[in-house]
């Protein structure tokens, strides 16, 4: 029956050469299904977060009378409570604050350091390159411990300080690393007739590799600001104090207090919390793949 | 101008080489100085508290292999150890499973693609903790709205205890930790999927391989080098777990969902007990090595398939 189908003309040497091969009843049950499944299981948390946080309470846990998965009369009381009754703006804010600090810190340092590996090619830069690449693989929970007491050492335990500084060990690799196949892409030739109008290394980077790297230093920039923002081992471990906590820690230690839980703050505090790496995500979708993708490819 | 050739020649040589280390040097600094202060010094401590008995406030003195001797003869230790082999070993097949299986229904022609791809990626966007604080109310043992779900449909007549029942907790904890990992699994390997070329299907489909065989014989072979790289970071990922667990169990019911992560971090901070937590964030340290070596030979084959080159 295949080989019928084979002598149509119309099949050309495209992408859409082999659609003869699925059909729409077909394609309905092997790709439309699977794929609405998908979708329906992966966002319905988020649904329900959402959805819960503007419930009123008497709403929340009479499954009987109300159905669950709609609401009626939605309240802003939840969120109401949230901003004006708990500490919640202001690790909003700190989490901003850490968040742009340390991107901005791994940043710059990737910068130079991607820039140094690729193109100066020292002695040795190889082996940096590598090294980079095996810090990307040590992961905070087995860091965390000696860390907390080099942080105490440092006296800048329990402090913003802490998590600005301890951040960038996984941003700073993973920074280098992505931005070190941008600077690859970009020919040696832009360099070289630079080199040879006298400009120094430093000029060149500045001026000729830096405004062409702007679109991997967004990818990595945002990257990093959502890995900061979604940190949690070593926020839980080094801050105490209840004003410098960040939206991940003071969500989960101080709005979850004994058996009665704040359903509804809760899930308005994890919406909020979600929201602004969010937002920065719908503006940049197209940046986050090709970081994530980047990082895994090479 | 009259002085510029008599100055520079001499060492024209000597400069380039000097200069060319000394400006890559400058320029590897900032990045070497914090890696080194805060990740290579670190976990070089690491490995020194785990041979003591230090505690918080208190430093330690060198005791040997006293915390492994006794993390050897705790059968919570044993226990995490399973726990963590276990938790990684299930999440990662179906999160590769899963994850393989979107990917390619998301390389098929389809309307609104990017807009599913963006949907897809959402998960993997959000704090991990406040997903997982999600699906702590999803699974509320009195009001989850699986259990009422269920018992509108008339699959089960009471309320399922997720994750109180030391089987369902792993189940649960699992369940979440795959619906975290699928998106990046998936949007990888799409976008490994996107470089192998259409013509190698169409040739494959004109000689007679079904659609199996074509999937078999041509997208998994291509697709095999990225798989690997893919699989040893989330491997690695989901081992280290920590967030997701401190969330939803914080390691009950009686130790059943602790991971090594998790138990370090209780010993270690609220336990106050530094060189045993240390101790057991080394024990670690095998498994990720394995993992990493995994990956370097996964590259090896990359290199080998595009023709020996670098």
């Not at chain 1, 019928?4 to 050469?17: C, S, V």
């Not at chain 2, 690491?46 to 705790?74: H, M, S």
Request: hydrophobic letters at 55%; proline letters at 6%.
């Amino acid at each position: 029956m295949a080989l019928t189908t084979q002598n149509d003309p119309a099949l050309k040497d495209d992408a859409e050469g082999m659609s003869y091969l699925n059909r729409l009843p077909r394609r309905l049950v092997t790709i439309y299904l699977p794929l609405a499944v998908f979708v329906f299981v992966l966002i319905f948390p988020f649904y329900w977060m959402a959805i819960t946080a503007v419930k009123p309470n008497h709403q929340l846990t009479n499954y009987d009378e109300y159905s669950p998965f709609w609401v009626v009369a939605p309240t802003l009381d939840h969120i109401k409570y949230l901003l004006f009754e708990t500490s919640y703006p202001g690790w909003l804010w700190n989490t901003m604050l850490v968040a742009v600090g340390s991107t901005v810190l791994s940043l710059a340092a990737s910068v130079f350091a991607a820039y140094a590996i690729e193109r100066v090619r020292f002695t040795g830069s190889r082996p940096a390159g590598l090294m980079i690449f095996l810090a990307y693989l040590i992961p905070p929970s087995i860091l965390f411990i000696p860390l907390a007491v080099i942080v105490f050492q440092f006296g800048i335990y329990d402090t913003k300080l802490a998590l600005i500084f301890t951040y960038p060990t996984f941003l700073i690799p993973f920074c280098t690393w992505l931005l070190m196949g941008y600077f690859r892409s970009i020919p040696f030739e832009l360099e070289e007739s630079a080199l040879v109008d006298g400009a120094s290394r430093w000029q060149i980077l500045i001026k000729v590799i830096l405004p062409l790297a702007v679109p991997g230093l967004i990818s990595a920039g945002i990257f990093a600001f959502t890995l900061s923002w979604n940190e949690f081992i070593y926020a839980l471990t080094f801050i105490q104090s209840s004003e410098n906590k960040t939206i991940p820690v003071g969500v989960l230690t101080e709005l979850v207090r004994g058996d009665v839980f704040e359903w509804g703050s809760l899930m308005a505090g994890a919406l909020f919390g979600s929201l602004p790496v969010v937002i920065l995500y719908s503006f940049f979708v197209d940046s986050y793949v090709s970081s994530m993708t980047g990082a895994v490819k090479e | 101008m009259s002085s510029y050739p008599s100055q520079k020649p001499r060492s024209r040589v000597a400069d380039m080489f000097q200069s060319r280390n000394a400006t890559g040097l400058m320029f590897m600094l900032p990045a070497a100085a914090f890696l080194i202060c805060f990740l290579t010094y670190p976990l070089g401590l690491g490995v020194w508290l785990g041979f003591t008995d230090a505690k918080i406030g208190r430093d330690g003195i060198f005791i040997g292999l006293e915390n492994y001797r006794y993390l050897w003869d705790d059968p919570v230790f044993w226990t995490s150890v399973f726990n963590t082999v276990v938790y990684t070993g299930v999440a990662s097949v179906l999160k590769f499973a899963l994850g393989l299986w979107l990917a390619l229904i998301l390389n098929e022609h389809l309307p609104f693609k990017s807009f599913f791809r963006a949907i897809v990626l959402l998960p993997w966007v959000v704090p991990t903790v406040l997903s997982a604080l999600a699906f702590w109310w999803i699974f509320d043992a009195q009001f989850s709205i699986i259990s009422w779900s269920l018992m509108q449909i008339g699959w089960i007549d009471g309320p399922i205890n997720f994750l109180g029942d030391p089987t369902n907790a792993r189940i649960s904890v699992i369940a979440a930790n795959v619906w975290r990992g699928i998106p990046f699994v998936a949007i990888s390997l799409l976008a490994g999927l996107q470089t192998i070329p259409t013509s190698l299907q169409e040739a494959a489909s004109l000689d007679g391989a079904t659609s199996w065989q074509r999937f078999r014989l041509v997208t998994l072979p291509l697709l095999s080098p990225i798989i690997a790289v893919v699989m040893t970071f989330s491997v690695l990922f989901t081992f280290t777990d920590f967030q997701l667990i401190y969330v939803l169990t914080k390691g009950g019911p009686v130790n059943a969902t602790h991971l090594m992560a998790t138990l370090s971090f209780q010993r270690g901070i609220p336990g106050g007990q530094l060189g045993e937590g240390a101790a057991i964030a080394v024990a670690m340290i095998p498994f990720l090595l394995a993992a990493i070596l995994f990956s370097f030979f996964g590259l090896q084959r990359r290199k080998w398939q595009r023709g020996g080159q670098d």
